[in-house]
């Protein structure tokens, strides 16, 4: 069964903080990571991508992966209100049984920064 | 647009009625998907495809049909047969699904399409 899980929040961070958003995914041959952000109302757009172990930063924002403990998670430095928003994470479906290029969406996760 | 666009923005359908929703790209990408998202929900895959007239169902494709006879334009039917079909559509484009890089994912901005 293809799952990729998130908390739903919603997750309250105040202006300033970091925001630490986690994704876990059950296929062990899953090669590709992403992190979309969907405001409300909106379609998502990539934050970033992430295929190896480790960190991986562009800006404010660090991906992680550990595909060890199929695991990846999103971190925001430095929170502002405007990043207030659904973030999604979203896993490659190699392993799932379909086309290698589709992707596994998790439910997202509710980000809201307080002034 | 991002590369991508979709139209109309918003659509009401009468029951009984089949409605067409346009999706169009203009990067020469290989790949298109169709997801539908209703409120508090992951995106749900209905149909792909991986390269001119070929595609392939998604985990939803019951009740919508698509065809894909220019590269650059991926329409979706939501047919009668959909019974809830109330939902934000979302077209996709990747350059291809052959690994990584090629298997990231843009999306265009959307349908909602409203059962009256």
């Known amino acids: 069964q293809k799952e990729v899980e998130q908390n739903s929040g919603p997750l309250s961070v105040p202006e300033g903080a970091i925001a630490s958003l986690n994704c876990t995914y059950s296929d062990r041959v899953s090669q590709s990571f992403f992190w979309y952000r969907q405001y409300s109302g909106k379609s998502p757009e990539l934050i970033m991508s992430i295929y190896s172990n480790g960190d991986k930063e562009d800006g404010r924002f660090t991906a992680q992966l550990n595909k060890a403990s199929q695991y990846v998670s999103l971190l925001i430095r430095d929170s502002q209100p405007s990043d207030s928003a659904t973030y999604l994470c979203a896993v490659n479906g190699w392993g799932y049984g379909g086309s290698q290029g589709n992707l596994i969406f998790g439910k997202g996760t509710k980000l809201s920064v307080k002034p | 647009d991002g590369g991508i666009t979709q139209s109309p923005k918003y659509l009401f359908r009468k029951e009984g009625q089949n409605v067409t929703l346009s999706c169009e790209q203009n990067?020469?990408?290989?790949?298109m998907y169709w997801y539908r998202q209703d409120p508090g929900q992951g995106l749900r895959l209905i149909y792909y495809s991986q390269i001119v007239n070929d595609f392939q169902k998604g985990d939803i494709a019951e009740g919508y049909s698509v065809s894909r006879e220019k590269k650059e334009s991926f329409p979706l039917t939501v047919t009668s047969a959909q019974k809830n079909p109330t939902a934000f559509y979302l077209c996709?484009?990747?350059?291809?699904?052959?690994?990584?890089?090629?298997?990231?994912?843009?999306f265009g901005p959307g349908t909602r399409l409203t059962v009256l």
């Open positions: 990067l020469n990408h290989d790949a």
């Open positions: 996709a484009r990747s350059l291809g699904a052959g690994g990584q890089g090629t298997d990231t994912q843009y």
